[in-house]
């Protein structure tokens, strides 16, 4: 059965520090990952997709990349700042059709000013 | 840009009520999904739709029912509402594999 994991569940870093948040996957047949973010009451917003042939993509202060043979996805945040508080979510796609999303529980970020 | 919009935000219901639940997409997109959302337990597929009148069942299908007559419309049906029910219920659509989502539904049934 294909899990998708978030390790910390929370995490508090001060503005301007460079952070790391971690996703892991147990099925190295990943066609895709993606990455959410989740403000409290709110639906998702997708941040980025990283395809299976690649390694990585970067939107802004984002960057994702994903490594298949080890079942990691990392989302590095720079000069982090209040606004990015929030719950960021990973979701692996396991099908052809993207029909098969799987996600985990998310790790929930406080940013401190 | 990408939209999906759903009929409420927040929705109370009594038990044994038939609640619908509306999403509609306005990104031609083939696919649509609806999940519910429940602390310690994350995102959980109901049932998605690969196209007009086409369902599949997700991971926790019982008590809910969709309908699918358009394709930018995706419904979905609780045929007796039960406290159980009570939860954040999210939809979204993708043309492949980018799920976009729409802000939500919170529903309580009483």
């Given amino acids: ?113 | 840009d990408v939209k999906v919009t759903q009929s409420s935000r927040y929705l109370v219901k009594r038990t044994g009520e038939k609640v619908f639940l509306e999403c509609v997409q306005d990104m031609d997109h083939e696919n649509m999904f609806w999940y519910r959302q429940d602390p310690g337990l994350g995102l959980r597929l109901i049932y998605f739709s690969y196209d007009v009148k086409m369902k599949e069942k997700g991971d926790i299908p019982e008590g809910y029912s969709v309908s699918r007559e358009k394709k930018e419309r995706f419904s979905l049906i609780l045929e007796s509402a039960s406290t159980n029910q009570t939860s954040m219920y999210l939809c979204a659509s993708s043309l492949r594999f980018e799920q976009f989502f729409g802000p939500g539904t919170r529903l309580t049934v009483l």
Avoid: H, M
């Fill in chain 1, 1 to 113: 059965k294909q899990e998708v994991t978030q390790i910390p569940a929370a995490l508090s870093v001060p503005e301007g520090e460079n952070l790391v948040l971690n996703c892991s996957f147990t099925d190295s047949a990943i066609y895709n990952l993606q990455w959410f973010r989740q403000d409290p009451g709110k639906g998702l917003t997708s941040l980025l997709l990283i395809q299976s042939s690649q390694r990585e993509q970067t939107s802004g202060r984002l960057n994702a990349s994903l490594d298949k043979s080890s079942g990691r996805s990392t989302l590095y945040i720079a000069a982090s700042q209040p606004g990015d508080s929030a719950t960021y979510l990973c979701a692996g796609g396991f099908n052809q059709a993207g029909t098969a999303l799987i996600f985990g529980k998310g790790t929930t970020l406080s940013v401190s000013s």
